[in-house]
């Protein structure tokens, strides 16, 4: 079971084959091996959770992952001839117990032009967050998925807060942690609660405040809000 929290990256139509999305994941998930103890090991989901426990997913073989990503082809009904312009779509969890259960679900090499089609890496974290809610645990986690897959925007968010607000995926949304593809935030932009990473030659890192935000929690919001104000982000 996956908690409240994820790392949510979108960007839209990019033409990629299998092999430079496998390297894209491959990528992403070795670094994220170094971020938490719950990352060094995936499974490929199964119909149940017994099925998804097979054999440990090797993503340091390409031919494996590439197989991986060829599996999860979209295709025409009833003929199977693959919807090349939709990309891959596919997902890995880490087999732990509920509480400390984690996945990856990827959408990547779409290039089909529709406003409501995104290409995403959505990484859900367990219930039980540990050192995943410490601030510079996590945000060298949303640093790995910006470096690897190259969104548009990405963020560490809460659902709770998330379904508080507005949101589209075409569009960045502010909640702990927040990825624009732009460089040169200046400090006197950003509310004194705020922090600021820049990833180098991509675009700049926004840490709203030292702590996850609680939706519940005015002040909370009102940090969120001067960011999302600062970078004219507020609709």
């Not at 820049?198 to 890192?205: A, D, R, S, W």
Request: glycine share 8%.
């Amino acid at each position: 079971m996956s908690g409240d929290m994820y790392v949510g990256a979108y960007w839209g139509p990019r033409k990629e084959s299998s092999g430079q999305c496998a390297d894209r994941l491959m990528a992403c998930l070795h670094i994220l091996c170094d971020c938490d103890e719950g990352f060094t090991h995936w499974f490929e989901k199964g119909k149940s959770r017994k099925d998804g426990l097979g054999e440990a997913f090797d993503f340091r073989a390409k031919d494996n992952v590439l197989r991986l990503l060829e599996s999860g082809y979209h295709r025409h009904n009833p003929n199977r001839s693959v919807m090349d312009d939709l990309g891959f779509t596919f997902g890995l969890w880490n087999g732990d117990s509920e509480i400390r259960s984690a996945s990856i679900s990827v959408t990547c090499g779409s290039y089909v032009e529709n406003p409501h089609l995104r290409n995403s890496v959505v990484i859900d974290f367990p219930e039980n967050l540990g050192s995943l809610a410490e601030k510079d645990r996590c945000v060298q986690i949303l640093k790995s998925v910006v470096e690897t897959w190259e969104p548009d925007w990405a963020g560490v968010i809460s659902r709770i807060s998330r379904n508080m607000r507005p949101f589209n995926p075409a569009l960045p949304f502010v909640d702990w942690m927040i990825y624009v593809n732009r460089i040169g935030i200046g400090h006197f932009m950003l509310p004194a609660t705020a922090t600021k990473m820049e990833v180098v030659g991509k675009g700049t890192i926004v840490i709203v405040q030292n702590h996850p935000i609680d939706p519940s929690n005015s002040a909370d919001m009102l940090n969120v809000k001067e960011v999302s104000g600062s970078l004219s982000l507020t609709k």
